[in-house]
């Protein structure tokens, strides 16, 4: 069975600081990995995604995320947060087609 | 459109009636899920289409939930006889495949059982 682990329930940075969000994963075969983030009072929007090559993926707003097949991990990160990056962010998962899984949620708190 | 539609934004009911959310996905996209989301929790997974068919409806909680889809169009989640547990946003989204394209999500339908 697949399944997504965000070990973090909040995770607090200053701005201009580096930040990292957690995630690992477990799927059988080769995973495809998403990142997405929930401003409030908004939908989901797609940050980056992890398919195949390069382990370290760039996306939107600066994002970027390093697949660890080793570790089966998939970290969002960003080397200068800011504030306007506060918000609730989404690991995903899937194996082959059909249903994509979530994690449960990090909140990234960025204060001035 | 440009984005994913659903409706009603808002729908508050009585315990025991019926309600019916709709999405309008993407123009051509082919696969189409829905979530469900309660308050402070991540996004469950109800059930994905493929076209109009439903390769994967694992994730529906009971016989009272129910979805269709025409075509490669418009998706109908229906939920017959709510309970209050069935208070969340709803969120539907689509992608041009099933395979390795981003999910592109409507702001979703905030049910509230009374």
């Not at chain 2, 991540?42 to 493929?50: P, V």
């Not at chain 2, 998706?75 to 547990?85: G, N, P, Y």
């Amino acid at each position: 069975a697949q399944s997504v682990a965000q070990p973090e329930d909040q995770v607090n940075v200053a701005e201009g600081n580096p930040l990292t969000v957690k995630c690992t994963y477990s799927v059988s075969g080769n995973p495809y990995l998403f990142w997405y983030v929930q401003y409030p009072n908004r939908g989901l929007q797609f940050l980056l995604k992890y398919i195949t090559g390069d382990n370290l993926v760039k996306g939107s707003y600066g994002f970027e995320a390093e697949f660890n097949k080793s570790q089966t991990s998939f970290h969002l990160k960003k080397p200068s947060a800011l504030v306007s990056d506060s918000a609730l962010y989404f690991c995903a998962v899937r194996r082959g087609t059909g249903k994509l899984i979530f994690g449960q949620g990090t909140t990234l708190q960025v204060k001035p | 459109g440009a984005g994913v539609s659903q409706s009603p934004s808002n729908k508050v009911t009585e315990k025991g009636k019926d309600v019916e959310l709709r999405c309008d996905p993407i123009s051509g996209h082919t696969a189409l899920y829905w979530y469900r989301q309660r308050l402070g929790q991540g996004l469950e997974f109800l059930i994905y289409f493929q076209g109009n068919s439903a390769p994967d409806k694992s994730g529906l909680p009971s016989d009272r939930f129910s979805a269709e889809r025409t075509g490669e169009s418009v998706s109908t989640l229906t939920i017959q006889r709510t309970q209050q547990e069935d208070s969340a946003v709803y969120l539907c989204a689509s992608s041009q495949d099933s395979l390795n394209s981003p999910l592109h999500f409507g702001n979703g339908t905030r049910l509230t059982v009374t």
